[in-house]
Every structure is written in C-alpha cells, then in structure tokens.
C-alpha cells in the first residue's frame, strides 16, 4: 500500500526566501511527526500532531518555523526567510493511532533535502 | 538528559562475516527502543524494535538485537552480512506514550566489502 509521500523531494532556496514542505501521511494514520536530519546526524523531532492538533512544537528551533495540519491529514512544514543553517532533509513520519495509549511505529516518508544557497 | 550513542561512526565488514553494531542509551523512564535503516535516498526503515518481555528480539532482514538494561545497551547483530546490508543504520529511543517523539543516535555507516 501507499506510504508516507513528501514533496518535493529536493528544494533549493535562496537565502531570505520562503519555503513549504508537504507531508502525505498514510492514511487514517493520526499521529504525524516532523523531524529535521543534518548531514551526518540523526533525525531530530521539530513536532507532533495528533490530527489536527499541534500537541508539540518544542523542537521547531525558531519562530520561523510553522507546521500546520488543517484537516487531520496532508500536513506543511513552512521556513520563513530560510537561512543556510536550515539546510537538512526534513522527515515526515506518521504512526497509525494513539487510542491504546502507546507509542506505535512511526512510518518514515523519504525526506525533503532543503538545500539554502 | 535522554539520549542514543553509537559509538562507530563508520564499519567496514566483508560480505559473510558477522556484524554488530553498538547502541548505547540514557533514559529516565522505560524505553522502547528501535532500529533504523536509511539507504540513500530512502526513508528510514524500522528493522526491529523492543518494548518489554524477551530481550532478545528478531527483526527483518536477518537482523536481531539484544536488549541489556545493566549496560543500557541495544546492539544491533547480524550473523552473516550481504552486500544489499551497506546503509546508515540508527537507534533510538522513545517513552511509552502515544505521540512520543523518536530520540535517535547520530547514525553508524555500515560498508560492506567483497
């Protein structure tokens, strides 16, 4: 079946412009994350949803990132006035419930590589 | 602080020799812990993954890890390597909690010669 889909898959920005990354997570899938993975580091989280709601943003390094999830499904990463610190392959995940209460897997799409110049 | 170490950054093994990789955690509550692969290109991919009972747990792709709490310690094994095996491969760790974000290790790249 379909997983998790990320577009584009490579965005490369001036620096000062403004960029928006798409997440597609499975679907009926209700948790989605957003992780930010340096050159030659792990991914780190940015934040999570559940549906539509943003329980947690404590990873997004700066008020110029923005992370919305109007509908509970497709969801948009957003860099405001890129700069080249933020160049990295920006992860989606999605896992399929939180009804039992416990951490489930979390389904990686393949990245977005933002490069800033 | 919670965190993952892999102490290798990067492995050589020959193709059908033996493989471990090391993972080391620091974590206040429970963990669950997991492994990832990463191919170029690709998504992360879970291997495996522990949340309790045996320590010992089998993954995909041949791959088993063991889990040892005295040494906070979830090393990655594969008895006999493949050239398809040559990824970065990542530990993390999480909480028992629904909506948990992953904390991963910085990664380990394996190479695999022939």
């Known amino acids: 079946g379909a997983g998790v889909s990320q577009s584009p898959r490579y965005k490369v920005a001036k620096r000062g412009q403004d960029v928006a990354l798409r997440c597609d997570p499975i679907?009926?899938?209700?948790?989605l994350f957003w992780y930010q993975q340096a050159l030659g580091q792990g991914p780190e989280f940015l934040t999570y949803?559940?549906?539509?709601?943003?329980?947690?943003k404590s990873g997004l390094p700066s008020d110029r990132f923005f992370a919305e999830r109007p509908e509970g499904s497709v969801s948009t990463l957003k860099i405001q006035r890129t700069q080249q610190e933020d160049s990295a392959v920006y992860l989606c995940?999605?896992?399929?419930?939180?009804?039992?209460?416990?951490?489930?897997?979390?389904?990686f799409g393949p990245g977005t590589r933002l490069t800033v110049t | 602080a919670q965190s993952v170490t892999q102490p290798d950054i990067h492995i050589t093994v020959s193709e059908g020799a033996s493989l471990e990789l090391r993972c080391n955690y620091s974590y206040g509550a429970t963990p669950y812990l997991f492994w990832y692969v990463q191919s170029p290109g690709q998504g992360l991919q879970l291997l495996l993954k522990?949340?309790?009972?045996?320590?010992l747990v089998q993954g995909i792709k041949g791959f088993e890890a063991e889990f040892k709490r005295s040494q906070s310690s979830f090393n990655l094994r594969k008895p006999s390597v493949h050239w398809s095996d040559a990824a970065e491969y990542f530990c993390?760790?999480?909480?028992?909690?629904?909506?948990?974000?992953?904390?991963f290790g910085k990664g380990t790249t394996l190479s695999v010669s022939s």
């Open positions: 949803f559940q549906n539509e709601a943003q329980l947690d």
């Open positions: 522990y949340f309790s009972g045996d320590t």
């Open positions: 679907s009926g899938h209700v948790s």
């Open positions: 995940a999605s896992s399929l419930s939180q009804a039992s209460g416990i951490l489930d897997e979390q389904y």
């Open positions: 993390a760790v999480g909480a028992n909690q629904a909506g948990t974000a992953l904390i």
